[in-house]
């Protein structure tokens, strides 16, 4: 028997009404309405399929392993580097699928990666403590730093030059020179790991927080401690994270608590603490040309701050916590990754959700974007480095 092909069955459908006659009957069933799935099942059904749904352009796959930390280069707008559980971190290029270069030696997860500023070289920090630099254009290895004996949380860049800052587990801050491989300065003082830090952008002052409930002030070229900011109105668990306002004068800071304060730098002191979250902090981010901060919880609420009032602006729903977050450069956008794997991005005016972006099948674990602002790169538990367009949001 021919199988009749989709434009006889057009035909047929456009033409009259076609009918079977009982000659055409070869055997009829009895269907128990017990056996048909009822509506529960099928909306699950469609829940799956939605869940399989791929809205990135591109998908790194060279992992083999949880990803932990993504970075994009300042300078090139395809170079996205990304590292994970694998021991492993990747350069690789937005939309050639064919081009990849493995940062090897790590002997443990690579935890945190940053471009200095002009591009030229790239940090990868490890649980093994050593912090790695890597010269772009050589597409090689340029040093190894080494001196914490506990597992490195994160690495910044000096925004002038190639000084790199790391904190580690061992209750630690570590600075070099990467363009003399040396060992400048190891600040101490802190009581346990220390989760965050940055320079402020003008270069001239850290700032650095720990799991022991205390963000600390330090002088980077001599290495010593100007302020340490803690005890009532400040956190009275571990700090998360830390951001740094570009006029290098406040310094706000979550934590484990659920709680977010601002600090003036140069006082060291608490200046004014916003309270609207439920549970942990775990990203935050000041706009950078208006004066808006943003913070994302597992409360599974990004919080949208007007720090002229120190009130919220505005309360964006999750359907998981957020574990990070990122202002779109010149743009009102904040982009956040969540727990259930979706990207989103939010008109940070409104409040509204303007996009969301499928394709992860675990939680988010970092954001990038690119220097033109183009795309945006996530990285999954799921082993994953996806990117999705975001150019119409610039």
């Not at 935890?111 to 920090?125: E, I, N, R």
């Amino acid at each position: 028997m021919s199988v009749p092909s989709s434009h006889d069955e057009e035909e047929a459908h456009d033409g009259e009404e076609v009918f079977l006659d009982e000659g055409d009957i070869i055997q009829e069933y009895t269907v128990d309405e017990e056996d048909l799935p009822d509506a529960d099942e099928e909306e699950g059904l469609d829940t799956e399929v939605i869940d399989e749904e791929d809205d990135s352009t591109h998908t790194f796959t060279g992992h083999k392993g949880e990803l932990y930390t993504t970075a994009c280069s300042p300078t090139d707008a395809t170079l996205v580097a990304t590292g994970g559980g694998d021991d492993r971190g990747f350069l690789w290029k937005i939309n050639q699928g064919d081009w990849a270069f493995e940062l090897q030696g790590h002997q443990d997860s690579v935890s945190s990666l940053a471009f200095s500023t002009d591009g030229q070289l790239l940090a990868s920090g490890g649980f093994d403590g050593l912090v790695k630099v890597w010269d772009i254009s050589k597409g090689e290895l340029k040093c190894t730093l080494d001196g914490p004996t506990g597992g490195i949380e994160w690495v910044r860049w000096h925004p002038r030059g190639h000084l790199i800052l790391a904190g580690s587990e061992d209750s630690t801050v570590w600075m070099w020179n990467a363009d003399k491989s040396a060992y400048l300065h190891m600040f101490s003082g802190h009581g346990s790991s220390v989760t965050c830090g940055d320079f402020t952008p003008d270069g001239k002052v850290i700032c650095t927080g720990s799991d022991d409930a205390t963000m600390r002030i330090w002088n980077p070229k001599i290495g010593e401690n100007i302020h340490v900011v803690r005890g009532h109105p400040y956190h009275n668990e571990g700090l998360t994270c830390l951001t740094i306002s570009s006029d290098s004068a406040l310094a706000l800071t979550g934590s484990k608590d659920g709680s977010v304060h601002a600090v003036n730098i140069s006082t060291g002191k608490v200046v004014s603490s916003l309270s609207a979250h439920s549970d942990s902090i775990e990203c935050i981010g000041f706009a950078v040309s208006s004066p808006l901060a943003a913070t994302g919880s597992m409360d599974k609420k990004l919080i949208i701050w007007d720090m002229q009032h120190s009130s919220p602006r505005c309360t964006c729903d999750h359907e998981d916590g957020v574990t990070s977050l990122l202002w779109l450069p010149g743009s009102r956008h904040i982009a956040t990754g969540c727990v259930d794997g979706k990207v989103r991005l939010w008109d940070s005016l409104s409040g509204e959700c303007v996009k969301i972006f499928s394709g992860h099948s675990d939680a988010i674990q970092s954001i990038a974007v690119s220097a033109n602002g183009d795309f945006l790169v996530s990285v999954s538990l799921d082993g994953t480095a996806r990117v999705f367009e975001i150019a119409e949001f610039r």
